[in-house]
């Protein structure tokens, strides 16, 4: 899920089009800076494993409209705040660059503008402040429950039939009563310890921010930003870590790591996966050839059915207020959702899913082809970023040990909901340090 930074850098030069890397210093083969002329601009990207290919099509693209287009890549040490920092310092900042949500949008807010686009239209992952677009999203990613069809067909339960907690809590009976016979270690795939805590405190905590509410919805975000807890909502929530953690192996669920839940899944020891598409190549390396798919986390309780999954832009490309490039950049925008080589580009040269329900290419590795569909579909999603209101290392390092009490069986449920909610009484003070 993270970015995979490069470990060298490196300069190509092209013809319409100059490609910068960065390391632990600065090289850049353009001048940088807002471009002088409107056929001439430059993007800062925070991707190194798209640099091939955005830099093919950004020639492609250029060559065909006339624009020369200038790529410019943080890698190795290279931290891109702090390199954009130092290039908006320096009068060469460029027009075009990547921010991360609301923390970035909150750094740069003061040199960004607007968007405007049939582009927008298309898409619910845009980032917005208010009424207004500030973020063209790069791609999405997202997460549920992943399970195995072939597993679960074998124990006679239908996947689209998982839609409600009585369901999959009978569906993973069932699959627990038949282990030996399907050849499963354990049930779930899930792990909570130290370094794997983001697994339940980011991603499965994500479930009770967002869970039944649309996709942009704040309204559990801001309680807990207040230091408030909905005493139902958690309840809710804490039956269903109680059912994951029941059919979860122990020693998996308690000492095991994400390659440790990988393994289980893609050979077929495990029925579930609480992981996301960015797996994809994990479990084609270790050979899962089966058909897989997401359930949504069913957090809401037994009078109240979860539909969505969760999936969102984890990066924007946002536009320098000072651009003297503009009509070339939304041309940019827009050629890449709306034409043939701006999908391919996307989903089959960058590996990534598409944030647009128009696209036509669909990604080949089938957790990401199941969300791609999703989003095409336009199926409910829930929001991906809430957690990214939480004050830093809260969920991780605060709530994250709470699940690991929880799996040792060192708490019961009613502790683990009495230290949710006291460490949430903390997040006001958190959030102002």
């Given amino acids: 899920m993270a970015n995979k930074w490069l470990k060298k850098s490196f300069v190509v030069g092209l013809a319409g089009l100059s490609l910068a890397a960065c390391g632990s210093k600065s090289t850049d083969s353009t001048k940088g800076g807002s471009s002088e002329s409107k056929k001439e601009f430059t993007l800062y990207s925070n991707k190194s494993e798209i640099q091939d290919a955005l830099t093919a099509y950004a020639k492609e693209w250029g060559d065909k409209n006339g624009v020369t287009v200038n790529i410019k890549t943080c890698s190795g040490s290279c931290k891109i705040a702090d390199q954009l920092k130092t290039e908006f310092t320096a009068g060469t900042a460029p027009d075009v660059f990547v921010i991360e949500g609301q923390a970035g949008y909150d750094l740069w807010k003061d ?43 074998k124990a006679g339960i239908d996947p689209a039939s998982l839609t409600s907690f009585d369901a999959v809590q009978k569906a993973m009976d069932t699959l627990e009563s038949k282990k030996d016979e399907l050849g499963l270690s354990t049930v779930v795939a899930t792990a909570t310890k130290e370094g794997e805590t983001w697994i339940m405190g980011i991603h499965d905590f994500a479930a009770y921010l967002s869970s039944g509410l649309p996709n942009g919805d704040r309204t559990i975000t801001q309680q807990v930003i207040k ?9 809710n929530y804490a039956d269903w870590v109680e059912l994951l953690f029941k059919h979860t192996e122990k020693k998996l669920l308690t000492v095991g790591t994400q390659e440790d839940m990988d393994s289980a899944f893609a050979s077929g020891k495990a029925a579930f996966l609480h992981q996301g598409n960015w797996k994809d190549p994990n479990l084609k390396q270790l050979n899962a050839k089966f058909e897989m798919g997401f359930i949504p986390y069913q957090t809401l309780g037994k009078d109240k059915n979860a539909d969505g999954l969760f999936i969102g832009a984890p990066s924007y490309y946002v ?33 990534m899913i598409s944030a647009f329900s128009t696209s036509k290419e669909m990604p080949s590795a089938p957790l990401s082809k199941f969300l791609a569909e999703w989003v095409a579909a336009k199926k409910p999603v829930y929001s991906f970023d809430n957690p990214y209101f939480m004050p830093d290392n809260f969920l991780m390092g605060k709530l994250g040990p709470i699940f690991g009490q929880y799996a040792q069986g060192s708490i019961d449920k009613a502790k683990f909901q009495e230290l949710i909610t006291n460490q949430i009484k903390e997040v006001p003070s958190l959030l102002q340090k």
């Fill in 111 to 153: 040199n960004l503008q607007p968007l405007k686009g049939d582009w927008i239209d298309k898409t619910e992952f845009e980032f917005k402040q208010g009424n207004d677009v500030y973020g063209f999203p790069v791609a999405v990613e997202g997460y549920g429950l992943a399970y195995n069809k072939e597993l679960l067909s």
């Fill in 227 to 235: 230091g408030e807890t909905d005493k139902a909502r958690l309840s």
């Fill in 319 to 351: 536009v320098n207020k000072d651009t003297k490039a503009l009509d070339s950049i939304n041309k940019f925008f827009s050629d890449l959702v709306d034409t043939k080589e701006g999908q391919d580009y996307t989903v089959n040269k960058a590996n």
